[in-house]
């Protein structure tokens, strides 16, 4: 071998040695950083703690983390390019971990329930390209290290509780393209280092607390198309070089304080311009004529400001969707004011249009009938418009929203209106409209609101009202209506509002007033009505105004009005009304404004509660009243003579007397002895309590065996045992010690049972504390078996291992009836007849435990709070750093804010829970996505739809029923179904009610247990 070919040789070798060791470190390195990932996806996984949807069961060991839901690696070196969990109602914090997959290009966990900050770790992911976060809990300020994520395109934060400034840092992400930081509570002003950003094409930062100006930085960001710094407080005026942005698509900056006037050249400046609001700012001027050229607008939202004059010639905008003018100075009261609106016939895709509020005069024109056919809202109240309305407004078939109050509207109101079946409002007060409300107002089937106060309309409230049945205003005060008031009106169950004052109605007060059970005012003076008040009003117990003054009533005021414990203002004045003031007025704690004058009422004067304030009460005019506090100036009541007794009469008292004092005596001693008799019973009671060892626990389990398994919660496993002396089965709770707040739980759930007994509570047998055979903590709380397992198994047959019950259970309409009652029941215990108020916390069908005979008892009270009797109803204003109590579904929203625990939160898990038991449906179910809830579900289908939402057993229970019977029965049964149905409604409502999303809005479980046993009591007496 040459010398040359020997060195070619060496070196070939030195190369291919080194090229396999480089090629070893890689592999090490690779593989290093492959466990890297896997060691932080597993620190992810370990922050969550709420996984519904049980997406996380498949990060475990069995599978590659690259196989793992939501992870997705790179082919070539398996390393986690992208993680992704979105909308997956996962709960916890994000792992600072997370900083470690150092592949990571995109990170998506939006539409969850994460809370606590992002980590500063994050700002280690320099490839990182498209970060979203929003929609979750997060909190503190955006990372200042964020400076480190070069390659970041997009970030989305918006939706959650962040705070602090805008990070400069910001502004050297040379890539960035997307910034969307809205609906978070920012401070601070916009970054002037955003001048930098040239790729940004988006900013949203809109709902936050922004102040200062808009700095003049924008004007230079060429790609740049959309700004929206809506619902901020900046002030100043928009920068000049703005103006010249011709890229602009969206601009909005609604709701501040920017000044100035709007450029003449706008339309020309912002040629590629769709969508432009600035509403609810301190613009002057005009609007510029040259808005016409922007012929794409979709958007001009221009309302709140100062501007004056006439609208510019809009017939260019074709595209145009939504016109929002409103309170402006717009006009001058000329006839010539709403040519604009003929221009707007162009717009074939106009939805909104909303000029109120300004000072536009003329007729409303006829061309208004060529109006695109996919308006909804149209809103022109509050101007100096006059003359009739168009017959041709009943074209608009997509109208949802009619405002023409406070103008000068003449004439009838057109028939034609009937045809707008879409419409939930229509509000034509305040004006001069004469003759009578068409009975076409019947079709409007989806009416929530009519307002027809302050007119001329005359003639009877026609009954085909009554197929309004989602009406909940029916305002018509002040015109010249008369007869009696529609028997129909009382079939509204869903009215809220019902104003009839300063007509000449007459006759009495409708039987069934009380079937408005969601009344909240009723508003009848300045009448002729007669006769009494109908002992039903008692049944709406929402109302909290109630006018009856200037009428004709007479008679006593029923004591059925004990129950309107929420009532603010009481008038009951110049009427007829006779008999002693009731009493049970001076309880109601609420009652703000009471007037009693001008009456014939007679008696004492009470001297409690609002009778207690001269400025908030009036009783003159009634010359037969007397007493009450000094400044009512009545006389004093006198005090009926006593004759004085005679010699003899006074004898026998004393004997009487004294033969009483020596019973009392006598009784008093027998009853020391029996108080020392039950004293001495306890005492053995407690001997003879229930002893359980750790040892008689693994026997009655066989060693806490799997098939004994019967259900497993958060902090531990339930098993089923048998215990040797005696036989007694049991339920065994077992407490996993290990599992974060199991011992709090233990205590909690021991504190709570301790002194508490009621028939629909589950009763603790004994308590198992000590060690297991291995020296570690051991605890266990051992209940009365219930044979029927959990509501859960049989609302539910298809148990949690995905297998099929032994036996397919359901439940009768009776039985979920029962049961719901019981539940109730005992809620109403914790919450008013404990010495100390109990908040379950934790309300869901799995703990709620059916005995042999299916009664109901409410368990697991390992959630369970003491409340301080002073905060059982605390203001929604209070929070709490506790976190959410309960489970995702049946907690109530105020908690997810940071809501202290209250009975308004059982409250709100019982109407779930009885959603759930009447529906079928968990508040979990795949269904309910978005803004679609359980709650809503129901409250859109009752009652027209009731049929479609029921459990299907209840609806075969209901049809089996009709037809089991011979053919004589028919009828009975048919109505029977019938009644069925109304008591399947009522439970709805009260479901609806208790699951209120405003918590004031809520019953309290005593009234809810009142109305589910009247609902019970009336379907008994059906059968």
Same mark, same amino acid.
């Given at each position: 071998?040459?010398?040359?070919?020997?060195? /070619?040789? &060496?070196?070939?070798?030195?190369?291919?040695?080194?090229?396999?060791?480089?090629?070893?470190?890689?592999?090490?390195?690779?593989?290093?950083?492959?466990?890297?990932?896997?060691?932080?996806?597993?620190?992810?996984?370990?922050?969550?703690?709420?996984?519904?949807? *049980?997406?996380?069961?498949?990060?475990?060991?069995?599978?590659?983390?690259?196989?793992?839901?939501?992870?997705?690696?790179?082919?070539?070196?398996?390393?986690?390019?992208?993680?992704?969990?979105?909308?997956?109602?996962?709960?916890?914090?994000?792992? +600072?971990?997370?900083?470690?997959?150092?592949? %990571?290009?995109?990170?998506?966990?939006?539409?969850?329930?994460?809370?606590?900050?992002?980590?500063?770790?994050?700002?280690?992911?320099?490839? =990182?390209?498209?970060?979203?976060?929003?929609?979750?809990?997060?909190?503190?300020?955006?990372?200042?290290?964020?400076?480190?994520?070069?390659?970041?395109?997009?970030?989305?934060?918006?939706?959650?509780?962040?705070?602090?400034?805008?990070?400069?840092?910001?502004?050297?992400?040379?890539?960035?393209? &997307?910034?969307?930081?809205?609906?978070?509570?920012?401070?601070?002003s916009v970054p002037y280092s955003f001048g930098n950003l040239s790729s940004l094409k988006a900013l949203h930062a809109s709902s936050n607390n922004l102040t200062g100006s808009i700095p003049d930085i924008?004007?230079?960001?060429?790609?740049?198309?959309?700004?929206?710094?809506?619902?901020?407080?900046? /002030?100043?005026?928009?920068?000049?070089?703005?103006?010249?942005?011709?890229?602009?698509?969206?601009?909005?900056?609604?709701?501040?304080?920017?000044?100035?006037?709007?450029?003449?050249?706008?339309?020309?400046?912002?040629?590629?311009?769709?969508?432009?609001?600035?509403?609810?700012?301190?613009?002057?001027?005009?609007?510029?004529?040259?808005?016409?050229?922007?012929?794409?607008?979709?958007?001009?939202?221009?309302? *709140?400001?100062?501007?004056? @004059?006439?609208?510019? !010639?809009?017939?260019?905008?074709?595209?145009?969707?939504?016109?929002?003018?409103?309170?402006?100075?717009?006009?001058?009261?000329?006839?010539?004011? &709403?040519?604009?609106?003929?221009?707007?016939?162009?717009?074939?895709?106009?939805?909104?249009?909303?000029?109120?509020?300004?000072?536009? *005069?003329?007729?409303?024109?006829?061309?208004?009938?060529?109006? !695109?056919?996919?308006?909804?809202?149209?809103?022109?109240?509050?101007?100096?418009?006059?003359?009739?309305?168009?017959?041709?407004?009943?074209?608009?078939?997509?109208?949802?929203?009619?405002?023409?109050?406070?103008?000068?509207?003449?004439?009838?109101?057109?028939?034609?209106?009937?045809?707008?079946?879409?419409?939930?409002?229509?509000?034509?007060?305040?004006?001069?409209?004469?003759?009578?409300?068409?009975?076409?107002?019947?079709?409007?089937?989806?009416?929530?609101? %009519?307002?027809?106060?302050?007119?001329?309309?005359?003639?009877?409230?026609?009954?085909?009202?009554?197929?309004?049945?989602?009406?909940m205003v029916l305002s018509l005060d002040a015109n010249d209506f008369n007869g009696i008031i529609p028997q129909e009106i009382t079939g509204l169950s869903s009215l809220n509002e019902l104003s009839l004052?300063?007509?000449?109605?007459?006759?009495?007060?409708?039987?069934?007033?009380?079937?408005?059970?969601?009344?909240?005012?009723?508003?009848?003076?300045?009448?002729?009505?007669?006769?009494?008040?109908?002992?039903?009003?008692?049944?709406?117990?929402?109302?909290?105004?109630?006018?009856?003054?200037?009428?004709?009533?007479?008679?006593?005021?029923?004591? /059925?009005?004990?129950?309107?414990?929420?009532?603010?203002?009481?008038? =009951?004045?110049?009427?007829?009304?006779?008999?002693?003031?009731?009493?049970?007025?001076?309880?109601?704690?609420?009652?703000?404004?009471?007037?009693?004058?001008?009456?014939?009422?007679?008696?004492?004067?009470?001297?409690?509660?609002?009778?207690?304030?001269?400025?908030?009460?009036?009783?003159? @005019?009634?010359?037969?009243?007397?007493?009450?506090?000094? #400044?009512?100036?009545?006389?004093?009541?006198?005090?009926?003579?006593?004759?004085?007794?005679? +010699?003899?009469?006074?004898?026998?008292?004393?004997?009487?007397?004294?033969?009483?004092?020596?019973? %009392?005596?006598?009784?008093?001693?027998?009853?020391?002895?029996?108080?020392?008799?039950?004293? #001495?019973?306890?005492?053995?009671? /407690?001997?003879?309590?229930?002893?359980?060892?750790?040892?008689?626990?693994?026997?009655?389990?066989?060693?806490?065996?799997?098939?004994?398994?019967?259900?497993?919660?958060?902090?531990?496993?339930?098993?089923?045992?048998? =215990?040797?002396?005696?036989?007694?089965?049991?339920?065994?709770?077992?407490?996993?010690?290990?599992?974060?707040?199991?011992?709090?739980?233990?205590?909690? #759930?021991?504190?709570?049972?301790?002194?508490?007994?009621?028939?629909?509570?589950?009763?603790?047998? !004994?308590?198992?504390?000590?060690?297991?055979?291995?020296?570690?903590?051991?605890?266990? %709380?051992?209940?009365?078996?219930?044979?029927?397992?959990?509501?859960?198994?049989?609302?539910? +047959?298809?148990?949690?291992?995905?297998?099929?019950?032994?036996?397919?259970?359901?439940?009768?309409?009776?039985?979920?009836?029962?049961?719901?009652?019981?539940?109730?029941?005992?809620?109403?215990?914790?919450?008013?007849?404990?010495?100390? +108020?109990?908040?379950?916390?934790?309300?869901?069908?799995?703990?709620?435990?059916?005995?042999?005979?299916?009664? *109901?008892?409410?368990?697991?009270?390992?959630?369970?709070?003491?409340?301080?009797?002073?905060?059982?109803?605390?203001?929604?204003?209070?929070?709490?750093?506790?976190?959410?109590?309960?489970?995702?579904?049946?907690?109530?929203? #105020?908690?997810?804010?940071?809501?202290?625990?209250?009975?308004?939160?059982?409250?709100?898990?019982?109407?779930?829970?009885?959603?759930?038991?009447?529906?079928?449906?968990?508040?979990?179910?795949?269904?309910?996505?978005?803004?679609?809830?359980?709650?809503?579900?129901?409250?859109?289908?009752?009652?027209e739809q009731l049929v479609e939402i029921v459990d299907p057993v209840l609806v075969q229970e209901m049809v089996q029923a009709e037809m089991s019977t011979s053919d004589h029965r028919n009828e009975d049964?048919?109505?029977?179904?019938?009644?069925?149905?109304?008591?399947?409604?009522?439970?709805?409502?009260?479901?609806?009610?208790?699951?209120?999303? &405003?918590?004031?809005?809520?019953?309290?479980?005593?009234?809810?247990?009142?109305?589910?046993?009247?609902?019970?009591?009336?379907?008994?007496?059906?059968?």
């Amino acid at each position: 071998m040459s010398l040359s070919n020997s060195i /070619s040789y &060496l070196f070939f070798s030195s190369f291919c040695i080194h090229a396999l060791i480089l090629h070893s470190i890689c592999i090490c390195l690779a593989f290093s950083g492959n466990e890297t990932d896997r060691l932080a996806l597993l620190e992810v996984k370990a922050r969550i703690t709420s996984d519904p949807f *049980g997406v996380m069961a498949s990060w475990n060991e069995t599978n590659h983390f690259c196989d793992w839901h939501g992870v997705t690696c790179g082919r070539r070196h398996q390393r986690v390019t992208s993680l992704s969990l979105k909308s997956l109602k996962l709960a916890g914090s994000i792992s +600072p971990h997370v900083g470690n997959l150092s592949f %990571l290009r995109a990170l998506h966990l939006q539409n969850n329930s994460f809370s606590h900050e992002i980590p500063p770790a994050i700002g280690h992911l320099r490839r =990182l390209e498209d970060l979203r976060l929003y929609n979750n809990s997060l909190t503190g300020e955006i990372p200042s290290n964020i400076s480190g994520w070069s390659s970041l395109i997009n970030i989305v934060l918006s939706h959650n509780f962040l705070v602090g400034k805008i990070p400069q840092e910001l502004g050297t992400l040379s890539k960035l393209r &997307l910034i969307v930081i809205q609906n978070n509570h920012l401070t601070g002003s916009v970054p002037y280092s955003f001048g930098n950003l040239s790729s940004l094409k988006a900013l949203h930062a809109s709902s936050n607390n922004l102040t200062g100006s808009i700095p003049d930085i924008f004007g230079q960001l060429t790609n740049l198309s959309t700004l929206v710094l809506d619902l901020n407080g900046l /002030s100043g005026v928009i920068p000049p070089s703005f103006f010249n942005h011709s890229s602009i698509t969206t601009f909005g900056a609604s709701y501040n304080k920017i000044q100035g006037t709007l450029p003449s050249n706008l339309g020309v400046a912002f040629q590629s311009l769709k969508f432009f609001r600035i509403n609810y700012n301190q613009f002057t001027g005009p609007i510029p004529a040259s808005i016409s050229n922007a012929s794409n607008l979709v958007a001009l939202g221009l309302g *709140g400001n100062q501007l004056h @004059g006439k609208v510019p !010639s809009l017939e260019n905008l074709i595209s145009l969707e939504e016109f929002v003018l409103p309170d402006n100075r717009l006009g001058s009261g000329g006839i010539d004011d &709403l040519t604009f609106l003929c221009h707007l016939t162009n717009a074939t895709r106009l939805r909104i249009l909303q000029i109120g509020n300004n000072t536009f *005069g003329g007729m409303l024109p006829e061309c208004i009938a060529n109006l !695109s056919s996919s308006i909804r809202f149209f809103h022109v109240s509050d101007n100096k418009i006059f003359g009739s309305i168009p017959n041709g407004i009943g074209n608009l078939v997509s109208l949802e929203s009619v405002q023409l109050f406070a103008n000068r509207f003449s004439g009838h109101i057109p028939p034609h209106v009937g045809k707008l079946q879409r419409l939930y409002e229509l509000s034509m007060d305040n004006n001069f409209l004469s003759g009578n409300v068409p009975s076409s107002f019947g079709n409007l089937s989806r009416l929530t609101k %009519l307002n027809l106060y302050g007119n001329k309309l005359r003639g009877n409230v026609p009954s085909s009202l009554a197929e309004c049945q989602n009406l909940m205003v029916l305002s018509l005060d002040a015109n010249d209506f008369n007869g009696i008031i529609p028997q129909e009106i009382t079939g509204l169950s869903s009215l809220n509002e019902l104003s009839l004052s300063q007509n000449h109605f007459t006759g009495s007060l409708p039987r069934d007033i009380g079937k408005l059970i969601n009344l909240q005012y009723l508003v009848i003076s300045g009448n002729k009505l007669f006769g009494e008040i109908p002992p039903s009003l008692g049944s709406c117990i929402r109302l909290e105004y109630l006018y009856m003054d200037q009428n004709f009533f007479q008679g006593k005021i029923p004591s /059925s009005l004990a129950s309107l414990r929420g009532l603010a203002d009481l008038y =009951l004045s110049q009427n007829n009304f006779s008999g002693v003031i009731p009493e049970f007025l001076e309880r109601f704690q609420v009652l703000q404004s009471l007037n009693l004058s001008f009456n014939n009422f007679e008696g004492s004067v009470p001297s409690n509660g609002i009778f207690k304030n001269a400025t908030a009460t009036s009783v003159e @005019g009634n010359s037969k009243l007397c007493g009450g506090i000094p #400044e009512f100036h009545l006389p004093k009541c006198r005090v009926p003579h006593k004759r004085g007794l005679s +010699p003899t009469m006074k004898l026998i008292i004393s004997l009487v007397f004294g033969i009483l004092g020596v019973i %009392l005596v006598l009784t008093f001693l027998y009853l020391q002895c029996l108080r020392r008799g039950k004293k #001495e019973s306890a005492s053995s009671d /407690s001997e003879k309590f229930l002893k359980v060892s750790y040892q008689s626990l693994l026997k009655a389990t066989d060693a806490l065996s799997s098939t004994n398994l019967i259900g497993m919660g958060s902090f531990g496993s339930v098993y089923k045992g048998v =215990l040797e002396d005696g036989g007694a089965t049991i339920a065994i709770k077992v407490f996993n010690l290990v599992r974060r707040g199991a011992y709090k739980s233990f205590t909690a #759930e021991c504190e709570a049972l301790k002194n508490i007994r009621h028939r629909n509570l589950v009763k603790v047998l !004994s308590v198992c504390s000590g060690s297991d055979y291995r020296g570690n903590d051991f605890k266990a %709380l051992i209940y009365e078996f219930m044979v029927n397992g959990s509501l859960e198994e049989w609302l539910h +047959p298809a148990g949690t291992n995905g297998e099929i019950n032994e036996r397919q259970r359901s439940l009768t309409f009776c039985q979920r009836l029962n049961i719901a009652i019981d539940v109730a029941m005992a809620l109403e215990y914790l919450h008013h007849h404990c010495e100390t +108020p109990i908040v379950h916390c934790d309300l869901k069908p799995s703990n709620v435990l059916l005995d042999d005979d299916m009664i *109901g008892h409410v368990g697991d009270f390992g959630l369970a709070k003491f409340l301080p009797i002073t905060s059982q109803t605390s203001s929604g204003n209070q929070s709490s750093s506790l976190g959410i109590k309960g489970t995702i579904g049946y907690t109530p929203p #105020e908690y997810g804010m940071g809501h202290n625990v209250w009975i308004q939160g059982d409250v709100y898990s019982y109407g779930i829970l009885l959603l759930e038991m009447f529906t079928g449906k968990k508040p979990t179910d795949n269904l309910f996505q978005g803004t679609l809830t359980l709650h809503n579900f129901v409250k859109a289908a009752v009652p027209e739809q009731l049929v479609e939402i029921v459990d299907p057993v209840l609806v075969q229970e209901m049809v089996q029923a009709e037809m089991s019977t011979s053919d004589h029965r028919n009828e009975d049964n048919a109505r029977l179904r019938m009644k069925t149905e109304e008591c399947l409604i009522s439970i709805l409502e009260i479901g609806l009610a208790c699951s209120a999303e &405003l918590p004031g809005e809520r019953l309290d479980m005593s009234d809810a247990v009142a109305q589910m046993c009247q609902i019970r009591k009336k379907h008994t007496v059906q059968r």
